[in-house]
């Protein structure tokens, strides 16, 4: 099949790394990643404008592993916040995220500051997550954390933060749908599956968003590159469901988990020879960096 022929919906989906990025992350966009942090930090923290930074944050020392972030962005205030998006379970998702934030904090001073007081600037990291962590509760899927003092509970420290939010947790309907919040986690969810705009979904940001994700509004290039997405996770889906069957028929339980990440394998080999890069592939595959490099 060729690739423009290739069937998808209405909407692309925010989950992929080619959908949140168009959505979120560019300058002509950028009210609607406002809209959506000043409603998730509602009565915290007010977001007057927004500057995008390069996603990627070198350390200090070679040694250290740099950070690569979905989106980082700088407020009018000084205050930075990062978005990742993670469709699939990693063992140090929670890990990756504090280094992330960390690494925020660490560059605020400059190399050769001389007379610098400490004084920081805010720094936060959202987590929206197409998986639950395995010690959450299934009602629970907004988790904010902050510095707390332990013996009473009250914060510590209010310029440092993390907020995780566990997508399959959230199953209230269009019906069920109170505050603004529950209007954005309804439309993360949902998205790349409607056909139609709800009617409590016209909000005027939320019509933007419709509009910036309707397949038939891409260009020719960002259709080529969403149709390669789709085909390309199909292919993984397909050699997920060949390797399984292939592996109960042969009633090996290790040659199970071997087939599966084989056909993994032979997926990320064929998306590196087509010059996808490795975030893509890592999201399409759900192998680690360094499986894809070495594939």
Same mark, same amino acid.
């Given at each position: 099949?060729?690739? #423009?022929?290739?069937?998808?919906?209405?909407? &692309?989906?925010?989950?992929?790394?080619?959908?949140?990025?168009? &959505?979120?992350?560019?300058?002509?966009?950028?009210?609607?990643?406002?809209?959506?942090?000043?409603?998730?930090? $509602? =009565?915290?923290?007010?977001? +007057?404008?927004?500057?995008?930074?390069?996603?990627?944050?070198?350390?200090?020392?070679? +040694?250290?592993?740099?950070? &690569?972030?979905?989106?980082?962005?700088?407020?009018?205030?000084?205050?930075?916040?990062?978005? $990742?998006?993670?469709? *699939?379970?990693?063992?140090?998702?929670?890990?990756?995220?504090?280094?992330?934030?960390?690494?925020?904090?660490?560059?605020? *001073? =400059?190399?050769?500051?001389? #007379?610098?007081?400490?004084?920081?600037?805010? *720094?936060?990291?959202?987590?929206?997550?197409?998986?639950?962590?395995?010690?959450?509760?299934?009602? #629970?899927?907004?988790?904010?954390?902050?510095?707390?003092?332990?013996? !009473?509970?009250?914060?510590?420290?209010?310029?440092? =933060?993390?907020?995780?939010?566990?997508?399959?947790?959230?199953?209230?309907? $269009?019906?069920?749908?109170?505050?603004?919040? !529950?209007?954005?986690?309804?439309?993360?969810?949902?998205?790349?599956?409607?056909?139609?705009?709800?009617?409590?979904?016209?909000?005027?940001?939320?019509?933007?968003?419709?509009?910036?994700?309707?397949?038939?509004?891409?260009?020719?290039?960002?259709?080529?590159?969403?149709?390669?997405?789709?085909?390309?996770?199909?292919?993984?889906?397909?050699?997920?469901?060949?390797?399984?069957?292939?592996?109960?028929?042969? =009633?090996?339980?290790?040659?199970?988990?071997?087939?599966?990440?084989?056909?993994?394998?032979?997926?990320? +080999?064929?998306?590196?020879?087509?010059?996808?890069? &490795?975030?893509?592939?890592?999201?399409?595959?759900?192998?680690?960096?360094?499986?894809?490099?070495?594939?």
């Amino acid at each position: 099949m060729e690739m #423009h022929q290739i069937p998808c919906g209405r909407f &692309i989906d925010p989950f992929t790394d080619f959908g949140f990025k168009r &959505i979120f992350g560019t300058d002509a966009n950028k009210d609607i990643l406002i809209d959506f942090l000043n409603v998730l930090f $509602e =009565g915290e923290r007010q977001v +007057r404008d927004l500057t995008f930074n390069q996603n990627e944050n070198n350390a200090q020392l070679s +040694r250290f592993r740099k950070a &690569i972030f979905d989106l980082c962005c700088t407020g009018a205030d000084g205050e930075q916040f990062i978005v $990742e998006v993670q469709r *699939v379970r990693q063992e140090y998702f929670r890990d990756r995220c504090l280094y992330y934030a960390a690494s925020l904090i660490r560059d605020q *001073v =400059g190399a050769g500051a001389a #007379h610098w007081k400490y004084d920081l600037k805010p *720094v936060y990291l959202v987590g929206l997550m197409d998986f639950c962590f395995e010690d959450s509760d299934n009602d #629970h899927y907004l988790h904010e954390i902050r510095l707390i003092k332990k013996s !009473d509970g009250r914060v510590f420290y209010n310029n440092f =933060g993390l907020t995780f939010i566990e997508m399959p947790g959230f199953n209230k309907t $269009e019906a069920e749908l109170v505050t603004e919040l !529950d209007r954005w986690l309804y439309l993360f969810k949902n998205l790349s599956k409607l056909n139609d705009i709800p009617i409590g979904l016209t909000k005027p940001v939320f019509e933007k968003v419709f509009r910036v994700a309707e397949v038939c509004n891409l260009t020719k290039e960002e259709k080529m590159a969403w149709d390669a997405y789709l085909k390309a996770k199909w292919d993984n889906e397909n050699s997920d469901a060949y390797a399984r069957e292939q592996a109960i028929k042969e =009633g090996m339980k290790e040659g199970k988990v071997e087939g599966i990440k084989e056909g993994k394998l032979s997926i990320a +080999r064929n998306m590196k020879a087509k010059g996808f890069d &490795i975030e893509t592939i890592s999201e399409v595959t759900g192998l680690t960096p360094a499986e894809i490099l070495t594939a």
